[in-house]
Structure formats: C-alpha cells, structure tokens
C-alpha cells in the first residue's frame, strides 16, 4: 500500500469509527453505567470483532455474505431485533437506579453482539477491502498496513466514546437528567434498529 493510500484508507477509517451509531451508543452507555476502566471490555470486544472482520474481509468472507441476499437480509433482521431489544430495555431500566453489577464477561458479549450485528460495520470492511486493497499487491503485505492502522484508530474512537459515558455518569447526577440521558441512548438503539429492519423490507 503506498503512503498516498495509506493517507485516504485512514482518513475513511477515522471517520467510520468515529461516526455515532450503536458500537458508540453502547460505549457510551456502559461508561456511564459502569464507570470508564470497567467498559474498556466493551472496547476490547469491539477491537475483537473488527479483527475478525478483518480477516474476513481480506479472505472474502465479507463479499460473500453481501453477495448472499438471504444471508445478508437474516443478518440485517437479527441486528435489528438485538438493537430494538436492547433499545426497550434500556428505557424500561432508565429510571432504576444505575447499579454496575455486570460481568466483564456481560459487557463483553453484548458489546460483541452489538458490534457483530451491525449493517454499519459490514459494509465499513466491505467498503475498505473493494476500495482501498490494491488488487497487485499480495493480501496479507497490505493487511501488515491495514490492520494496525484500522485497529489503532477504532482503540481511539471507543476508548473516547467511553470516557464521555463515564464523564456523563459523574454529571448526571440528578435523576431527572439521569433519566433522560439514559432514555435518549436507548431510543438511539430503538431508532437504529427500526432504521435497519425498514432499510431490508422490500419497497
């Protein structure tokens, strides 16, 4: 990959990560609940899946899910039945009390799931691998770039989106805050759920 690719594949993939959508909401939402160093294992299961999809990517595992409608349109419908779910509970639990009692495992799977089920994601490494990867050059020479690059800055975009959940946890103190942040974050889940189920049906 020559540097002037390098400099454009960044620049994509700063702002693919750094885009608000469900990996953010959840980072932010598990900092606020959890406080920052605990969340971290949501960030840890995100850099998780975005390896995966990254090898995925470079095998070709990646175009053949999109290149499978029926595969593709499960996928979508199960991403948006795990975000709409989480969406719902999320509101429902708003106005407890914010107790961490979760797992590290806990905020591991559902941060893997989240990540995992997510339309954005999918086409993000798609995206990368049919515009960036350079069909001369072998694979895995350009994966030795790609990766360390793709996860450096995905590590920097979580890891900040979970610090603004913690810094949101310290400042929303009061209840009636408390209830509405943590309602606008899960009808931000029930939205992107909604928006990706409506995106598969047929029009």
């Given amino acids: ?104 495992g806990s905020l591991y799977g559902r941060a893997l799931a989240i990540a995992t089920f997510n339309a954005k994601s999918v086409a993000g490494y798609l995206a990368a691998f049919s515009q960036f990867v350079e069909p001369g050059v072998p694979i895995w020479a350009q994966m030795q770039v790609i990766v360390p690059t793709a996860l450096s800055l995905t590590a920097l975009s979580y890891t900040g989106y979970t610090a603004l959940g913690a810094g949101l946890g310290k400042l929303a103190l009061g209840a009636v805050m408390n209830l509405w942040v943590r309602r606008t974050l899960a009808v931000c889940f029930i939205l992107y759920g909604v928006l990706l189920g409506m995106a598969q049906l047929p029009t």
């Fill in 1 to 104: 990959m020559s540097f002037q690719a390098w400099i454009i594949f960044t620049a994509f993939w700063a702002l693919f990560v750094t885009t608000p959508g469900p990996n953010a909401v959840n980072c932010i939402q598990n900092g606020m609940t959890h406080g920052f160093a605990r969340s971290l294992w949501g960030v840890a299961a995100i850099l998780t899946q975005a390896s995966l999809f990254l090898l995925g990517s470079a095998l070709g595992v990646t175009a053949l899910i999109i290149a499978s409608p029926t595969l593709f349109f499960w996928v979508q419908m199960t991403g948006a039945g795990v975000l709409i779910w989480l969406g719902l509970r999320g509101w429902l639990n708003a106005a407890k009390p914010l107790v961490a009692t979760a797992s590290a």
